[in-house]
């Protein structure tokens, strides 16, 4: 085993790379449609008009 492979070892020991493991599951979310955003929207504004009304959330 050479220097670099002794290199990439050490790295590997500190632990993984917090940037590196939280990022895929960020990217693996689908983006919201304007459609959903106009409906989440829409249900918010009629909450604001109907505080009386109980929503399950």
């Known amino acids: 085993m050479g220097k670099p492979e002794k290199a990439a070892v050490r790295e590997l020991a500190k632990g993984p790379d917090l940037a590196l493991v939280n990022k895929p599951r960020e990217e693996a979310k689908p983006?919201?449609?304007?459609?959903?955003?106009?409906a989440r929207m829409?249900?918010?504004?009629?909450?604001?008009?109907?505080?009386?009304r109980i929503w399950p959330d």
């Open 31 to 38: 983006a919201e449609t304007e459609q959903q955003k106009k």
């Open 42 to 52: 829409a249900v918010k504004a009629y909450r604001r008009l109907h505080p009386s």
